[in-house]
């Protein structure tokens, strides 16, 4: 693919909801692949969920079956990071094209090794750890429209040792360790908790 994909329906309605979720003035901008046969639509949020943080969503990676997903459900991402790093949106994109061509298990738990440390943001963090995306309004954890029904997953960076952690324990366990020491999750150079 060389030209940019047009914008259904559908994808609006996942970008009405994302922007819904997280409030403020929404922005979107088109993502391509490395050899632009891919691309992807990121909307972000500046100040959501707090001042200092800019949230993100993907809007089209939902377009691409998976075979790896149960049902035909299909996924979008949303992501998180401190507005000092303009280039989170890299790591979002990278991800999805990933998923894209790789087809590889994804959900809760998944990983994608490198994501991080691939484009140089961070000193610490190293890998991409999938989550249930917790958002507040229990209805919008999984969105039905018309030609698909997509869940969210939440992008959270992490260090090679909270990989080995999730790898041995689950991420379930490192959740835990996670809430016990209360990191600024938003900071893509935060110290590691394990």
């Given at each position: 693919?060389?030209?940019?994909?047009?914008?259904?329906?559908?994808?609006?309605?996942?970008?009405?909801?994302?922007?819904?979720i997280?409030?403020?003035?929404?922005?979107?901008?088109?993502?391509?692949?490395?050899d632009?046969?891919?691309?992807?639509?990121?909307?972000?949020?500046?100040?959501?969920?707090?001042?200092?943080?800019?949230?993100?969503?993907?809007?089209?990676?939902?377009?691409?079956?998976?075979p790896?997903?149960?049902?035909?459900?299909?996924?979008?991402?949303?992501?998180?990071?401190?507005?000092?790093?303009?280039?989170?949106p890299?790591?979002?994109?990278?991800?999805?094209?990933?998923?894209?061509e790789?087809?590889?298990?994804?959900?809760?738990?998944?990983?994608?090794?490198?994501?991080?440390?691939?484009?140089?943001?961070?000193?610490?963090?190293?890998?991409?750890?999938?989550?249930?995306a917790?958002?507040?309004?229990?209805?919008?954890?999984?969105?039905?429209?018309?030609?698909?029904?997509?869940?969210?997953?939440?992008?959270?960076?992490?260090?090679?040792?909270?990989?080995?952690?999730?790898?041995?324990?689950?991420?379930m366990?490192?959740?835990d360790?996670?809430?016990?020491?209360?990191?600024?999750?938003?900071?893509?150079?935060?110290?590691?908790?394990?």
């Open positions: 693919m060389t030209e940019r994909a047009p914008v259904t329906a559908d994808n609006r309605e996942i970008g009405r909801v994302a922007a819904a997280f409030g403020g003035e929404p922005d979107v901008h088109t993502w391509w692949a490395p632009r046969r891919h691309s992807v639509d990121i909307l972000s949020c500046v100040g959501s969920p707090e001042p200092g943080v800019t949230a993100y969503a993907t809007l089209t990676l939902s377009d691409h079956a998976l790896s997903m149960v049902d035909d459900l299909r996924v979008e991402l949303m992501g998180t990071c401190d507005n000092a790093i303009d280039r989170f890299e790591v979002m994109a990278s991800c999805a094209f990933n998923i894209i790789s087809a590889p298990a994804i959900g809760p738990g998944a990983v994608i090794p490198g994501a991080i440390s691939f484009h140089g943001l961070s000193s610490t963090m190293e890998h991409a750890l999938f989550l249930p917790f958002l507040t309004d229990e209805s919008r954890q999984i969105l039905v429209l018309p030609t698909r029904t997509v869940g969210w997953l939440r992008l959270l960076p992490i260090s090679e040792a909270e990989f080995q952690h999730v790898a041995a324990h689950g991420f366990s490192l959740l360790v996670i809430n016990v020491a209360r990191p600024n999750v938003y900071d893509i150079n935060r110290p590691s908790v394990v």
